[in-house]
């Protein structure tokens, strides 16, 4: 399209003084044109090479003296470094790049999908608690996809879970609290049990994925490699995982019943709400 004639109405110039004036415009675009598309440039090997040996000797710099001048610690030039060697290559080998069915997003699939078998007793896990394991299954499975996984949105996602294990023990002691007021019922035995259940398993799994949340993406594709099942892939972790929520419904259910029941225990509570309706 260089070659194109055309004015600067058709470009949608502004009003220009003189010809130079127009040159200094039309390099603007241009090199804005570069910035977008920046096939025109060409980086030399050397200036690689040039650019490592220099991030290599800040790292060790920033690393043995307090008075270094380099304006970054050495962690930062050693992810510098990182992301020149590593990143490019790798990012690219994953994602497809340049083929017509590139990635374009982390969540997107680009192998088959595995074959996962749900059984009966699978299924009626999810049942028993409400659901809640096909939602941390669906949750877990998008954070790796094709097997890939990004350490960084990992990390999100275990602080959300995280939060969410502490929410629900927080909630046992609001359980003990009240379930006490009928402990001599079987009901609140029941939710007790319940409590103490979804109680422990968030203490459990609070103390065995708090290192999660700092782990390499390394680290993280071991643990979920080891979680993976052949078979039922990731519905046995989803379904540890909703252990504390799944219990803890279970619990407000039975202390629930418990206190409706003990609403209508006598004849004369009956008799009032019977009236209470009817009138």
């Not at 050495?74 to 490019?88: D, G, V």
């Not at 609290?177 to 939710?191: D, E, K």
């Not at 049990?193 to 109680?199: D, V």
């Not at 398993?201 to 782990?215: A, D, P, R, T």
Request: hydrophobic share 45%; aromatic share 12%.
């Amino acid at each position: 399209f260089w070659i194109d004639q055309t004015d600067t109405i058709k470009l949608d110039l502004p009003p220009v003084s003189s010809v130079s004036h127009l040159k200094l415009l039309l390099q603007q675009h241009y090199w804005t044109h570069v910035e977008f598309f920046p096939i025109h440039i060409s980086i030399p090997q050397v200036m690689e090479e040039e650019l490592i040996a220099i991030l290599t000797h800040a790292s060790i710099d920033a690393s043995t003296s307090d008075l270094s001048t380099v304006p970054y610690d050495a962690e930062q030039c050693n992810t510098f470094l990182k992301l020149i060697r590593e990143m490019p290559g790798a990012n690219h080998f994953v994602n497809l790049r340049g083929e017509p069915n590139a990635r374009l997003s982390r969540n997107q699939r680009l192998l088959p999908a595995p074959v996962i078998e749900s059984t009966w007793y699978l299924k009626t896990a999810d049942k028993l608690f409400f659901g809640s394991p096909e939602f941390y299954e669906a949750s877990i499975s998008e954070h790796w996809v094709d097997k890939v996984c990004y350490s960084a949105h990992w990390r999100k996602l275990m602080l959300s879970l995280i939060e969410g294990w502490k929410s629900t023990a927080i909630y046992y002691g609001e359980v003990i609290r009240s379930a006490s007021l009928y402990v001599a019922q079987l009901s609140c035995f029941v939710s007790l049990l319940f409590s103490l259940t979804s109680f422990t398993s968030s203490i459990l799994l609070i103390y065995y994925h708090k290192g999660q949340v700092e782990n390499s993406a390394s680290a993280t594709v071991e643990y979920l490699e080891g979680a993976w099942h052949e078979d039922y892939g990731l519905q046995p972790l989803a379904i540890l995982f909703a252990l504390p929520w799944g219990f803890l419904l279970w619990s407000l259910l039975a202390l629930g019943i418990r206190i409706v029941t003990s609403a209508f225990a006598s004849t004369t509570s009956v008799v009032e709400f019977v009236s209470l309706i009817l009138s």
